[in-house]
């Protein structure tokens, strides 16, 4: 059932037709996927061609230069980098509370799991968005 949802879902989007607009001499507007008499067929943007102008730069854009760039990439790093430390000594002070947990305190057990879980969350992602630096 969920995979018939999800077709149905995507089919708007595969789903393309010519949008026709016809004005009657009341002042009604008619839309319609088949051509109308006396209608005209609207020049709509593809999704392709949507695509492409939203990932184009505008040529007024301010550029930054390459020097201030470096700069910044740096700052960047040396933060992303801090947080990793930060996370990772979080990470063992959680795995230190567990194994000096006491076991009849589930609860406790419980909530120190979520944080190793958590910390080592934040850690795959801090080290994969490190990795995808210049």
């Not at 018939?4 to 607009?21: E, R």
């Not at 088949?34 to 301010?62: C, H, M, V, Y």
């Not at 992303?80 to 509370?97: C, F, I, P, S, V």
């Amino acid at each position: 059932m969920k995979s018939l949802c999800l077709l149905l879902c995507m089919l708007p989007v595969a789903a393309h037709a010519d949008i026709y607009k016809a004005v009657d001499a009341d002042g009604h507007v008619t839309y319609s996927s088949t051509p109308i008499k006396g209608g005209k067929r609207l020049n709509l943007p593809t999704e392709e061609r949507t695509r492409d102008k939203a990932r184009s730069t505008p040529q007024d854009f301010p550029k930054v230069n390459e020097e201030t760039q470096k700069v910044r990439d740096d700052a960047r790093r040396k933060i992303l980098e801090d947080e990793l430390k930060a996370e990772e000594g979080l990470l063992g002070n959680a795995r230190q509370g567990l194994k000096s947990a006491n076991p009849k305190d589930q609860e406790k057990i419980d909530s120190l799991n979520r944080q190793v879980e958590l910390h080592q969350g934040n850690i795959d992602a801090l080290r994969a968005e490190i990795s995808r630096l210049k």
